[in-house]
């Protein structure tokens, strides 16, 4: 059956129609997004000289897209932060960028709406920042009071056991329905945190503060919030928008080198879905990445952060754009869920099928072999897996991948590569044999 296919511009004209759109969205069908960086976006003011060192505005809008900077890293290194708009009417909120915003009180104040305030930790974070995070939450509010849990660290933790935990505190401490959930940590306390809001008195606000790589470009942002299930991984959750994103880019000065590669693995996915420039950059200035160059890491993690708010402002609960943001990871979290939550780290998964999926790509003759030579050797700079586990078996894929997110009425719904670089379909629509031959390719049996 021939696929139907709708480009990144179809989608910016159907964004008032989200609803229609997630309809047209079926087994059979796939939707095309081409690499949007020819459009423009109301931002003409951001790069003049005269804004160096001012405070930078970027609202992305269903009529805007996010475009590639062409400017140094350097430029967007501030003490005063960079903010990003997601763009989502009247449950729009800022993503704050810069060094030192968890010295800057009034940045969290101003999205605490009641009186009490329950951080949520993790053992190896809460050391380091949470007083921190406490004192910028109580400095000249005396009127706040804030209880912290703190959790155990690891993404074999994500579980509905560990949940409780975050429940037990809020009740024990009588927070009511004007209280604000905090998520201090990376990307399995955000999930649980939100998760948490969500269901607490049918939903609190809660404020994202990501210290993580993986958090701060990709899971932090968005509102995804949930935990796993032992047949499979965020399979339990809830679309919940946070209140505000603050990203304090010093929190990585404590991050192992582990972690900030598997971080690094979301922000190759970016110039391979959608940003083909982004790409470039990327293959120029991944060693200045790895070796932390904060004007590096800062530019990365805007970057990323524009092109996932336009993405979330377009397709918020994944009809259809959204899901494109998932390259790699149906594969991943297969890797991740039968290999044992947390003996990968969720960046490593999604690098080794990334790999996979591009090379689908190429076998379905979808892309140019150089695409797929390009992608191991940012992945090889970033020293992320380009290849499973050698226990993975092909059962072992199929049997995750039939309960993925993304299945439809039976068929699984991939990401694949489709064109030059930066361009992607979200498709059911491919010849199951060649999807069998990459199992194979990668797996000893």
Known sequence: MASSSLSAKQIL??????????????????????????????????LSPSNVGRARLLRVSSSSTAPVMDTSPSETVSSVPTIVDVDLGDRSYPIYIGSGLLDQPDLLQRHIHGKRVLVVTNSTVAPIYLDKVVGALTYGNPNVSVESVILPDGEKYKNMDTLMKVFDKAIESRLDRRCTFVALG???????????????????????????????????????????????KNLIGAFYQPQCVLIDTDTLNTLPDRELASGLAEVVKYGLIRDAKFFEWQEKNMPALMARDPSALAYAIKRSCENKAEVVSLDEKESGLRATLNLGHTFGHAIETSFGYGKWLHGEAVAAGMVMAVDMSYRLGWIDESIMRRVHNILQQA????????????????????????????????????????DCVFTGDYDR?????????FCKS
Do not use: W
């Not at 020293?383 to 199929?398: C, G, I, Q, S």
């Not at 044999?433 to 390719?441: P, S, Y």
């Open 13 to 46: 004209s159907l964004s008032t129609h989200r609803t229609s759109l997630s309809k047209s969205i079926t087994a059979d069908s796939s939707l095309r997004f081409r690499n949007p960086n020819s459009l423009s976006l109301r931002r003409s003011s951001l």
């Open 186 to 232: 990376g990307g399995v306390i955000g999930d649980m945190c939100g998760y948490a809001a969500a269901s607490f008195l049918r939903g609190v606000n809660f404020i994202q503060i990501p210290t993580t790589v993986m958090a701060q470009v990709d899971s932090s942002v968005g509102g995804k919030t949930g935990i796993n299930h032992h047949l499979g």
């Open 383 to 422: 020293k992320l897996p380009t290849a499973p586990p050698e226990t993975m078996t092909v059962e072992m894929f199929k049997s995750v991948m039939a309960v993925d997110k993304k299945v439809a009425d039976g068929l699984l719904r991939l990401i694949l590569l489709k064109g030059p670089l930066g």
């Open 433 to 441: 044999k060649v999807l069998d031959e990459t199992l194979h390719a």
